[in-house]
């Protein structure tokens, strides 16, 4: 499978940006997917997931009520709206396909996108 994030950028605190991943390699509408970031020197945390028909969404703390996560299994694509961005945002952001067990960790997933930065200014 291949994962191809897209998406990131510079804004300004209060800002939104959209994320985009693009699925190939296997059937994307059989997968659960997730959305995890990692912030420099820090260890990369679960941010979202989505179940493999877009029923059921999960999200982090941090993030709940600003960002959505959302798929069209039509394109092959997941997608993650983040709105009123935070300096403490600032991260490269990585979409990931589940494998097993729990969606909050990053040992459910075997397969990983190569990030892409969003940086939010104050």
């Known amino acids: 499978v291949q994962l191809q994030a897209s998406g990131g950028g510079l804004v300004q605190a209060g800002g939104s940006l959209r994320l985009s991943c693009a699925a190939s390699?296997?059937?994307?509408?059989?997968?659960?997917m997730g959305w995890f970031r990692q912030a420099p020197g820090k260890e990369r945390v679960f941010v979202a997931a989505i179940s493999w028909g877009g029923v059921s969404t999960y999200y982090a703390d941090s993030v709940k009520g600003r960002f959505t996560i959302s798929r069209d299994n039509a394109k092959n694509t997941l997608y993650l709206q983040m709105n009123s961005l935070k300096p403490e945002d600032t991260a490269v952001y990585y979409c990931a396909q589940h494998d097993r067990g729990s969606f909050y960790s990053y040992m459910g997933y075997d397969a990983w996108g190569q990030g892409t930065l969003v940086t939010v200014s104050s």
């Open positions: 390699g296997r059937t994307f509408s059989n997968y659960a």
